[in-house]
């Protein structure tokens, strides 16, 4: 059984930087984060397979954002840099024990964590 855990959330100025976490335990092969603002739909935001490696980022946060992974301590992890007020929203860690086509689609994932908040001030 899956289980996924967020923390690391807070409250930052525009310009700084913010790492969010995400514990796991189970089988997965791939894991990605996706976030969502009030009165928004679920946002891609990365993806990453678990065993390569491989690394998938958003048009939007490409560049500013890092997606990664602790194999040994089965931690997801999301590096947050010059963060901007539209960024502000709950971010979801989400898991999948398959190779998903559809990585940075929610659809593709089966499991999913509480969400930790985000939120960048001006």
């Known amino acids: 059984q899956v289980q996924l855990v967020e923390s690391g959330g807070g409250s930052v100025q525009a310009g700084n930087s913010l790492r969010v976490s995400c514990a796991a335990s189970g089988d997965i092969y791939t894991m990605g984060w996706f976030r969502q603002a009030p009165g928004k739909d679920r946002e891609f935001v990365a993806a990453i397979r678990w065993i390569s490696g491989t690394r998938f980022h958003a048009d939007s946060v490409r560049g500013r954002f890092t997606i990664s992974r602790d194999r040994a301590k089965n931690t997801l992890y999301l590096q947050m840099n010059n963060l901007k007020p539209e960024d502000t929203a709950v971010y979801y860690c989400?898991?999948?024990?398959?190779?998903?086509?559809?990585?940075?689609?929610?659809?593709?994932?089966?499991?999913w964590g509480q969400g930790t908040q985000v939120t960048v001030s001006s």
């Open positions: 989400a898991a999948v024990p398959n190779y998903s086509p559809t990585y940075n689609a929610s659809s593709g994932y089966d499991y």
